[in-house]
């Protein structure tokens, strides 16, 4: 399969992962340790939107074909890496803690844990990886 067919893929995937986090942890359904800061869940939502926007107009355009690289790729890859490290940081949420102020832990709603998460996140960090490395070699 060409890497192009593969960032494609991973590009769609990529919308069901930054949906799926705003729906699953958005609201007050969560508690303790599954409570995540509005902020966070917006920069995530917000960042995300404007990657698969700006990701997805690159590679439908083929903007930088033929003369190197585009800006247009550049800023889609920030915002997708920006979208990747508050994902994880979301996700950290869920390693165990203990100490005096730790809350305990509920069970999830979708899950009886973070395996959907660290599922969507682990992949959107290697997707993002692959989505660079094809814009660095020219790949897309």
């Known amino acids: 399969m060409p890497l192009t067919w593969i960032v494609y893929i991973l590009t769609a995937l990529a919308v069901v992962v930054v949906m799926l986090t705003r729906v699953r942890l958005g ?9 995540i800061s509005p902020v966070l ?5 917000g960042a995300g ?4 926007l700006i990701w ?5 355009t083929g903007a930088g074909e033929g003369e190197g690289h585009s800006i247009v ?6 915002c997708f890496w920006l979208t990747t ?4 940081m979301i996700l950290f949420r869920w390693l165990p803690s203990t100490g005096k102020h730790s809350s305990e832990a509920v069970h999830d709603t979708w899950s009886t844990g973070p395996g959907l998460s660290v599922l969507a996140h682990v992949g959107m960090f290697l997707g993002v990886c692959v989505f660079t490395w094809a814009y660095l070699t020219s790949a897309v």
């Open 73 to 78: 790729g550049v800023v889609g890859l920030a």
């Open 85 to 88: 490290v508050v994902g994880l």
């Open 27 to 35: 609201g007050d359904r969560g508690a303790g340790r599954f409570r």
């Open 49 to 52: 939107v404007l990657a698969i």
């Open 41 to 45: 869940l917006n920069i995530h939502t």
């Open 56 to 60: 997805t107009a690159f590679l439908v």
